[in-house]
Nanobody
Framework: VQLQASGGGLVQAGDSLRLSCAASGLTFSIYVMAWFRQAPGKDREFVAAIGYSGRSTNYADSVKGRFTISRDAPKNTVYLQMNSLKPEDTAVYYC???????????????WGQGTLVTVSS
């Protein structure tokens, strides 16, 4: 199983970025997909999750209304559209896969390598 995250970069506050995570080696349609992030010196935290069909989503309060998670089944890819970025969004962002619709990292069995997002003020 491989989860390949991409799309990170250096942006200014207020800008937008779209992260992508391409999955291979698993049956994409039966996995909940999620994004987590880890800022320097902090624990990894939940950002957003999307259910098998894409109809169910869940967001951390800190990103609700600014971030949108989506998935493209034919491409085996999950996205995170991030708008109105803030310096506190600076972190390494990880995509992950689970058989449960969860917001805790220990429920996720497969993880990508992470992509760095840096938001300058």
């Amino acid at each position: 199983v491989q989860l390949q995250a991409s799309g990170g970069g250096l942006v200014q506050a207020g800008d937008s970025l779209r992260l992508s995570c391409a999955a291979s080696g698993l049956t994409f349609s039966i996995y909940v997909m999620a994004w987590f992030r880890q800022a320097p010196g902090k624990d990894r935290e939940f950002v957003a999750a999307i259910g098998y069909s894409g109809r169910s989503t869940n967001y951390a309060d800190s990103v609700k209304g600014r971030f949108t998670i989506s998935r493209d089944a034919p491409k085996n890819t999950v996205y995170l559209q991030m708008n109105s970025l803030k310096p506190e969004d600076t972190a390494v962002y990880y995509c992950a896969a689970s058989r449960k619709f969860a917001a805790v990292s220990y429920e996720y069995v497969y993880w990508g390598q992470g992509t760095l997002v840096t938001v300058s003020s």
